[in-house]
């Protein structure tokens, strides 16, 4: 007589502890970018004004940059509570966050490279320096954050696979 084995189950050999640890650093992960995404897009919407002025200042028409301002921090806020209240059951949002970075941190790049460039307008008012004056602090702050996106991404595809 044999036996019914379940092929999928060693796959992926995870101890216990490493399993709980890379549990718990996908759910800071997800935490802090919902805090971040949250936190600029409840700025921008606030306070819209340093958003069209960096989007005017990169070449976007007059009539689209309060359109433009206005759906980034629409969502900045969709992704930051999708991200909440998804949980590490899809990783979607992880993805769709690092795809909206990759964006943000073009915009960055081209707005650091215009002269007399303004506030990028990230975090709406709340942003003190200038593109110009910052440097590179916003490009490697989005590839701080893309790490996050990655490991929130990964550890909910592992957990979802059950493979944690």
């Known amino acids: 007589m044999s036996t019914i084995t379940n092929p999928g189950a060693d796959t992926f050999p995870c101890r216990p502890r490493r399993a709980a640890l890379l549990l718990k650093a996908g759910r800071a992960a997800e935490l802090l970018l919902a805090v971040v995404f949250l936190w600029a897009g409840v700025a921008k919407l606030m306070d819209p004004n340093e958003a069209r002025r960096a989007l005017y200042a ?64 990230c975090f709406g008012s709340s942003s003190s320096a200038t593109a110009a004056e910052a440097s590179w602090w916003p490009v490697a702050r989005n590839g701080g954050l893309l790490g996050l996106c990655a490991i929130a991404a990964m550890t909910s595809f592992l957990q979802r696979r059950k493979l944690l």
Do not use: E
């Open 58 to 121: 990169v070449g976007f028409p007059l009539q689209s940059v309060t359109f433009i301002a206005y759906g980034a921090a629409f969502v900045d806020v969709l992704l930051g509570c999708l991200l909440v209240s998804n949980g590490l059951r899809r990783s979607w949002p992880a993805i769709a966050m690092a795809v909206v970075l990759a964006g943000y941190t073009g915009f960055l790049v081209v707005l650091m490279n215009t002269s007399d460039a303004p506030d990028c307008g």
